[in-house]
């Protein structure tokens, strides 16, 4: 069964085509990579795939519905989340505030108003934020920022999970730490789309991997085919492995 | 546990003072409250479009729409009071909508210069229909209450305590997560969820609103207006102001900003004879540099979830 298929996906600006006519499909329940080089497009993918961009050309079909032209919130309430490579917290808020929100407005039909506070402390004690519950954003590392991001997409009950190098800029030891969050939301049903420059979680979680170069699908397999494929090693690891490990 | 009874405190004396204060005072001091009380409303009027990241000069225009659509149906259809009221209010929903919804692709300065050109439209047509509005002669309207300022401060302190009511709403509801993470990250609120449109139409609606029943009352309570009075830009600057140096997204804040400002503003026209204007905007000056968050900016943030 396939949760998501993008056809012929176009995005430039102004002279940059971002997205150049990407189409693939995700099978429900899998975890599916997407690697490349920097500028590649994958967060412009990501940001057309949740409603924040008009997209130029194609179209996006979310189980079995077309959904090219519904706005971000309603995207949300189909199931569809995601983290920001670029973490977006609310500074005005707590933590623990921060994921009510996203129960609030985006889990509005499986969470009723009085059971939102307890909804929201599950979901900190999942990702392993509760001690920070009452701190502001401003008072976080960056991988509680992370997973502050992760839990937030996880509150509105997503189908689909879009995370964008979560793993960027944390040490080994917390990359283990997300690494196994990530396998066990997955193995709750949700189905994963991983945006990672960081190749050994690539490699241990994806059971397939997207290439993307210029915003095109450059090539697509398990992670060994990928990684012996001589474009990529031109476009991407041979320029990038060294630096980004 | 002691700020907290003492924040009671002071807001059951605020109360009982704005209650008893006609009763105790002269005609000048009720005049002085009343329009400290209709700025009172146009700053957390203001502010209510703040909350949702608006930065708007509409206010202005509400504010005469709601003076002519009052004044007019009271006059020219007959309306009673209330009725006139309620088709300003009417009016202005529809307005303010419309007008939301075509500025919805706007924001920061852009927002400010839509919003500032609907006023000067408004002022226009205000001006080019003296058929209906009397056009630069303005209209009059009978005193309202006869006259009896009592009944006038009752009444605009009623709307103030409407709008006191709507903003500790918008304070403590969803709709607080709603702002505040409409502030921060517009893009990230819809992503989890939130209706970004609805909800920034309806702080700029709910703001059009209280701009509009203060224009409704300042016409019946001054009796006369003209364009270049109700569509006076002053007006909307005015309940910016306020509400910045009382303190933005809310409630005391603008209500403090606007009482404070009106009594040093008072003041300084009848204590100094020349030029009181100028030390006033050194104040205002004075106030944005050493209190950017305003008067009651140092209070602690509300918690959605305790
Ligand atoms: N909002 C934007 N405005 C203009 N150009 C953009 C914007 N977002 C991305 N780009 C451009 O699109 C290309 C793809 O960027 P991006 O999707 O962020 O790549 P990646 O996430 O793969 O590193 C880059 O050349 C980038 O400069
Ligand atoms: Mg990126």
Redesign the interface.
């Known amino acids: 069964m396939e949760i998501l298929k993008i056809e012929n996906l176009k995005k430039r600006f102004g002279g940059v085509k971002a997205v150049d006519g990407l189409s693939f499909s995700v099978r429900e329940g899998e975890i599916l990579g997407i690697i490349g080089p920097n500028g590649a497009g994958k967060s412009t993918l990501f940001n057309l795939l949740?409603?924040?961009m008009p997209l130029d050309a194609g179209r996006i079909t979310f189980s079995g519905e077309d959904i090219t032209s519904l706005?971000?919130?309603k995207r949300?309430?189909m199931g569809i989340?995601?983290t920001?490579q670029i973490c977006?917290?609310?500074?005005?808020?707590?933590v623990?505030?921060n994921v009510?929100?996203?129960a609030?407005?985006?889990?509005?039909k499986t969470v009723r108003p009085w059971v939102?506070?307890k909804y929201?402390e599950e979901i900190l004690e999942k990702v392993g934020l509760s001690i920070k519950k009452d701190l502001y954003p401003a008072h976080l590392t960056t991988p509680d920022l992370k997973l502050l991001e992760i839990a937030?997409?996880l509150?509105?009950s997503p189908k689909l999970l879009l995370l964008d190098e979560v793993m960027a800029g944390l040490l080994p030891g917390e990359c283990d730490r997300i690494l196994k969050l990530i396998r066990c939301i997955n193995r709750e049903g949700i189905t994963v789309i991983l945006v990672e420059h960081v190749m050994r979680v690539v490699r241990e979680l994806c059971e397939r991997v997207i290439v993307m170069n210029y915003g095109q699908k450059l090539c697509e397999g398990c992670y060994e085919d990928v990684a012996g494929d001589k474009r990529v090693i031109e476009a991407y690891l041979g320029r990038e492995e060294t630096g980004a490990q | 546990m002691k700020n907290f009874k003492l924040k009671y405190v002071i807001v059951a004396a605020a109360i009982i003072l704005a209650g008893i204060f006609p009763f105790i005072t002269g005609e000048y001091y009720r005049h002085l409250g009343i329009l400290t009380l209709m700025y009172a409303v146009l700053a957390l009027s203001w502010d209510f479009a703040a909350r949702a990241e608006l930065v708007s000069f509409a206010h202005t225009g509400f504010f005469g729409l709601g003076a002519y659509t009052s004044a007019l149906t009271f006059l020219k259809l007959g309306f009673p009071l209330y009725l006139s009221f309620a088709a300003a209010v009417l009016l202005t929903i529809v307005v303010a909508i419309a007008l939301g919804y075509l500025t919805l692709r706007l924001s920061g300065i852009y927002f400010a210069i839509a919003t500032l050109a609907f006023s000067e439209v408004l002022l226009v047509v205000a001006l080019q229909l003296p058929n209906v509005t009397g056009g630069a002669m303005g209209i009059s309207v009978p005193s309202l209450f006869g006259g009896m300022r009592v009944y006038s401060y009752c009444l605009i302190l009623g709307i103030l305590a409407l709008a006191v009511v709507v903003s500790i709403y918008l304070e403590r509801s969803h709709y607080h997560l709603a702002f505040s993470a409409m502030r921060t990250s517009p893009g990230a609120a819809s992503v989890l969820g939130v209706n970004t449109v609805r909800y920034r139409l309806a702080s700029f609606t709910l703001s059009a609103i209280f701009s509009c029943l203060a224009g409704a009352f300042y016409v019946h309570y001054t009796t006369t207006t003209i364009p270049y009075e109700a569509f006076s830009l002053t007006i909307g600057v005015a309940s910016m102001v306020m509400a910045v140096l009382g303190g933005l997204y809310s409630t005391a804040g603008p209500v403090l900003g606007a009482i404070v400002l009106k009594i040093i503003e008072e003041y300084m026209r009848v204590t100094i004879p020349y030029g009181y204007m100028i030390i006033y905007g050194l104040i205002l000056v004075a106030g944005i540099l050493f209190l950017p968050k305003g008067l009651v900016g140092v209070q602690k943030k509300w918690k959605f979830l305790k």
């Not at chain 1, 977006?88 to 707590?94: G, H, R, S, V």
């Not at chain 1, 609030?104 to 509005?108: A, D, E, L, P």
Request: net charge positive.
């Open positions: 949740c409603g924040l706005s971000p919130h949300c309430h989340g995601r920001f977006q917290p609310f500074k005005e808020l707590t623990l505030d009510a929100i996203a609030v407005f985006g889990n509005s939102v506070k929201s937030r997409a509150a509105t």
